[in-house]
């Protein structure tokens, strides 16, 4: 079914009544070309691209739970290509254009916004290295506007700019940052894949990876064993447990990262704010909802909730830039299982064994890489190169020396 | 949290800095061939359960601990001194 503003009308006429399920819940079949591990938001864009780009329709996708159940409902849904990196700038400036051609191609309401991220900075030297940063963007063919200190007034009259930790001396403005709705782009993705014939399998966990001589046969899973030429495990959060059963050890550690939200208010932030030197950044989503999150709670966990040192932590930031917000009642806290790699950024590469791939490693920016993540997954399983703009994430690079940190913060797993 | 620290007794989690896993413990000889330093400064293991990482008391009495505790609950197993390992000489 094509969804369109007018059938929204019609249907609303007639009581809604005409609605069809936005994909099939089909069982598995023994054998598929291709399994992807994982319906989150990367694995679901990996099947609808292999689908659309490469005309592999004979596939599968295998979720534990069910599609959407991990990060891709769990993050704070920021949406940017503000990278300097060579290897990081050209894979998000890739994702950003396709995240402003997802809805027409999927015929799917994301809520893709770009309200525009403002990266506020607190010295000189920030502000130069911020410069450095909209100049690459630039040269990337993104955008960058360097605001100073009544520029950034203008569009966040409501900071606290005198603030004697960290007076604001101004920001970055990426006027096609924004953010969109997260569950949206899974179910979108979804609906997506499942119409061009990929079978969405929920409630199947893969229990097993079969290799035989050094090539990939199939995966055992919660539903019987399932045969594949190729397999891909997308599954950031327990990337670590699934590659184990191929017998890996990832560059990755898990950490905590939490987010929170308040009751709904009316429109009051109207971007996306990045408080650097607090760990802090907000956004408003459109049901009134102030979203905002900090830093990982610093040591290794699978918890799926955070520690209250670390909240605390947050609210004293929001607090020291906004104190506006200090009435809003917080609803909900929850906290993402992250994979956090050695230089903060991710993998998208072949592995030792062959037909066997993985898309892992995102650290805490994952949303924003969910298109291009799928359709350089898709790109490197159905060719077996790496895409172009996805060629220096590779799984071997902190043993050849060939990272990519971005930050610039060393190679350990929670420092980025 | 609260970690048990063998000389200070049981502290708020905020007196302590993690460092990273047992593996930093566990420093290849020198010579090593570069896999050996990938695997002691990349890879991990990184259970969800049982495991054993480093942490500094940083607040308190200065001491490296090795924390045997559990990636999923929290909860803290056991806390010793590094220093109290027992290192086979090479």
């Known amino acids: 079914m094509r969804y369109s503003g007018l059938k929204v009308i019609t249907q609303g006429l007639f009581g809604n009544k005409g609605w069809t399920p936005a994909w099939r819940n089909p069982a598995p079949k023994a054998d598929y070309d291709a399994i992807i591990i994982g319906g989150g938001g990367h694995g679901l864009a990996t099947a609808f691209y292999l689908a659309k780009n490469h005309g592999l329709t004979n596939i599968a996708v295998l979720e534990k739970s069910h599609i959407g159940s991990g990060n891709i409902g769990r993050n704070t849904t920021i949406v940017r290509a503000n990278y300097f990196l060579p290897g990081n700038s050209e894979f998000y400036s890739h994702s950003l254009k396709l995240w402003e051609g997802m809805e027409a191609e999927l015929n799917y309401n994301v809520m893709h916004s770009q309200r525009g991220l403002i990266n506020l900075f607190h010295s000189d030297g920030q502000r130069d290295a911020f410069v450095r940063r909209g100049n690459a963007m630039i040269n990337q063919g993104d955008d960058a506007i360097l605001l100073d200190r009544d520029g950034v007034r203008e569009h966040l009259p409501y900071l606290d700019f005198e603030q004697t930790r960290f007076p604001i001396y101004g920001g970055l403005l990426h006027p096609r940052g924004g953010s969109a709705r997260h569950d949206a782009v899974a179910w979108g993705y979804a609906r997506g894949a499942d119409q061009r014939g990929v079978d969405l399998i929920q409630n199947c966990e893969v229990t097993g990876i079969d290799v035989e001589n050094g090539v990939v046969r199939g995966v055992q899973t919660t539903r019987g064993a399932i045969r594949a030429k190729k397999v891909g495990i997308i599954v950031a959060g327990r990337s670590s447990q699934v590659a184990a059963m191929a017998g890996m050890r990832l560059p990755i550690e898990s950490h905590i990262l939490q987010a929170f939200v308040t009751e709904g208010l009316k429109p009051v932030i109207n971007h996306v704010v990045s408080f650097g030197m607090g760990h802090f950044y907000i956004s408003q989503s459109d049901k009134g909802g102030l979203v905002f999150g900090g830093d990982l709670d610093f040591y290794a966990s699978y918890a799926s909730r955070g520690n209250l040192p670390m909240v605390e932590h947050v609210m004293e930031a929001g607090m020291t830039l906004m104190p506006m917000i200090g009435r809003a009642k917080v609803l909900r806290s929850w906290g993402g299982i992250m994979d956090m790699t050695p230089d903060g950024s991710p993998i998208i590469d072949k592995t030792h064994i062959d037909g066997l791939f993985i898309d892992a490693g995102w650290n805490y920016g994952g949303f924003k890489a969910v298109p291009a993540s799928g359709w350089c997954m898709a790109h490197l399983m159905a060719t077996g190169e790496s895409h172009e703009v996805a060629r220096r994430f590779k799984l071997n690079r902190f043993a050849t020396g060939h990272l990519l940190d971005e930050e610039g913060t060393g190679a350990q797993h929670n420092l980025h | ?90």
Request: charged share 25%.
């Open chain 2, 1 to 90: 949290m609260r970690i048990n620290c063998p000389l200070c007794g049981p502290r708020d989690r905020r007196e302590f800095h993690y460092y990273g896993a047992e593996d930093f413990l566990h420093r290849p000889a020198e010579g090593a061939a570069p896999e050996a330093w990938d695997n002691h400064l990349h890879q991990r293991d990184n259970p969800a359960g049982i495991t054993k990482d480093l942490w500094y008391h940083e607040t308190g009495c200065s001491s490296w601990l090795l924390i045997t505790r559990n990636t999923v609950t929290h909860e803290i197993h056991s806390a010793e001194l590094v220093a109290d390992r027992k290192v086979p000489t090479p």
